[in-house]
């Protein structure tokens, strides 16, 4: 191989990463990430929701 047909040092490290495990981890790293999110959303909107409803019980 001459200079110019060497591959990249940064497509050299990503060679590594192919892998099926490596996608299955990085999907369910991904799903976890979602549902987190999610979860805490669905928390903050159900603790607002119980302020009010609180609140309304006062008046």
């Given amino acids: 191989m001459s200079e110019a047909e060497k591959e990249p040092t940064w497509k050299k490290f990503l060679k590594h990463f192919h892998d099926v495990l ?23 909107r159900s603790r607002c929701s119980l ?8 008046l």
């Fill in 51 to 58: 302020k009010r409803s609180s609140n309304s019980l006062l």
């Fill in 22 to 44: 490596i996608y299955v981890l990085l999907v369910a790293a991904g799903v976890t990430a979602i549902l987190d999110i999610k979860c805490e959303y669905l928390s903050w």
